[in-house]
């Protein structure tokens, strides 16, 4: 599995970015995909995560700000971000796990992440 993202970028605070990944090598559908992130200094954090049916899940720092959508067809995932803080300042992945029962943003990244691409917020 590979995965690509794109979209970052420096903006001020209050402002958006939507995050792109592309996703490649899948063998079949049974996946879950989600975001990462994580600033200098400081421990990973999974922000949302999306099953294969598209119900999605959000760490509380993120919720209401934060919106995650994939097109299964183009195997790419979204991460639309707005009302943006300094705080979400970080190197954003992209990640795909198998949908096991029970997974959400809390386990994003453990099969597969992407190269990641830097958010900054000033």
């Known amino acids: 599995v590979q995965l690509v993202e794109s979209g970052g970028g420096s903006v001020q605070a209050g402002g958006s970015l939507r995050l792109s990944c592309e996703g490649s090598?899948?063998?079949?559908?049974?996946?879950?995909m989600g975001w990462l992130r994580q600033a200098a200094g400081k421990e990973h954090e999974g922000v949302a995560s999306?099953?294969?049916?598209?119900?999605?899940t959000y760490a509380d720092a993120v919720k209401g700000r934060f919106t995650i959508w994939r097109d299964k067809l183009k195997n790419t995932l979204y991460l639309q971000i707005n009302s943006l803080k300094p705080e979400d300042s970080a190197m954003y992945y992209c990640?795909?796990?198998?949908?096991?029962?029970?997974?959400?943003?809390?386990?994003?990244?453990?099969?597969?992440r992407g190269r990641g691409t830097q958010v900054t917020v000033s």
């Open positions: 990640t795909a796990d198998r949908c096991l029962p029970g997974f959400d943003h809390r386990f994003v990244g453990e099969s597969y």
């Open positions: 090598g899948f063998t079949d559908s049974n996946y879950c």
């Open positions: 999306i099953d294969e049916d598209g119900a999605a």
